[in-house]
């Protein structure tokens, strides 16, 4: 079995959801990072690698690999009811992660998405039919799969959840911060002070919003110079923690920003 | 024949450069854009679809598609050296429209691009080894292709050309506005006050680079934010010409762009 369909069943099995033991899927995975070495395969596209990304030489890498592992008490966020907001574009880790260690806690977990976009004829865009109920995610530039849309962003308000991830991807956050329904609900989530963790390219909704001024943030390295202009103060490390606002950079920093968004939901 | 292997067609002939009479190209496009309308195929990832966008019924569309298939007078830039200054996730449109009619006007014209980038490993990420060579272009969401690299920006300096033009795509401005190399050569162009033309998500390279201040400029409504934030007065229109700096926002203001950097070379 070649490192490809390694990537591709993790993958699979994250996306999916099948029923399966953690436990059984971990030592499956420890198994298999052994075959790493003997990858020789080169992506056709700039690729996000999740194997490459976990078995990397780095502190915060193996906190990724330890958190995607790990099992999980699944009474830790029992009640609780958290929106993931993204759409098209949405870098896979980042909402797979999130998605998948919040149910494993216990939460109720709702991919929250605006319905089809309806672009004007003359921008020229096609948009594929699933996406009326799945939005499709992304490793860096390879298009990886369509996940299934809970709540469409039209139909929720922020009493309707307890907590907001709001993920990264370059495209996601380009469509999400010139809709006013995302507007709308991230200013009352910070209004109502309901935790909102946000990472990578994610934080560009947030300058939309207006909701930056005055804030420490983080973001991907690229987008820095854009949340300093709109009135943060930008810190370079894993996670930032402002009122119930955290920030992370890279989906490596996931571990450090779930902790926190866990411990500011049970607060 | 489908619109599918239509839009190939037009594709791999601006892509290939082929030795092909524009004035045949002309009528053969002409007669197979009457096959729109049979197209019944969906896309299945978010795609910006060429033929859409170049019949679509608006003003921008049919200037974008007439500026397309105009037979050049290739004297006009004779002797003139332009730089496309991009990377991978280039709006192909943008890159290929401006190559192929700056080439058509009898300039010689330069694809400048960042060496394959080196990313850490604990990035986790993959580049394919044509990256050596060649960028990746893409229709929005859909990887279109590679195109082959001229000159690789760590090699080249201002006094090598006459004019650049700084295309759009999202992860393409989200790559090169971190490269110093790139702040560099966009600040010598300002500073010698050489034309500049730059669309869609390009300008945010020049939010990096310092250029922004003060300066009236367009883009893609998605940055326009981040561009006012930067210090610039934003016009939302198809052309915004504020000394030799020229901005538009999207692939149907092309010919305007197009035109007044032309104008601006052989002044």
Redesign the interface.
Known sequence: MNLYNLQKIISVTLCVFISYSSQAFSESLTNKIDLYEAAST?????????I???T???E??RELKNFMLKKRDSTTLKGKKIAILAT??VEELEILVPLNYLKESGAEVFVVSPKKPNFP?????????I?STHI?T?R????SGWIKIDKFLEDVSVEDFDGLVLPGG??NP??L??NTNAHTLLQAFVETNKPLASLC?GPLIL??AGLLKGRKVTGY??IM??LE??GATVIDQPLVTDGQLLTSR???DLPRLMNAFTEHLIR
Chains 1, 2 share one sequence.
């Open positions: 080169s992506a056709y596209v700039p690729t996000l690698d999740t490459k990304l976990i990397a030489d780095g915060l890498n098209d574009g004829d003359t921008f020229g865009v096609k948009m594929p039919e996406r499709m992304v860096l530039m390879e298009n370059s495209w380009d469509f911060r010139t390219h300058v939309n390295w690229s110079k854009d202009n709109a890279f989906p490596y």
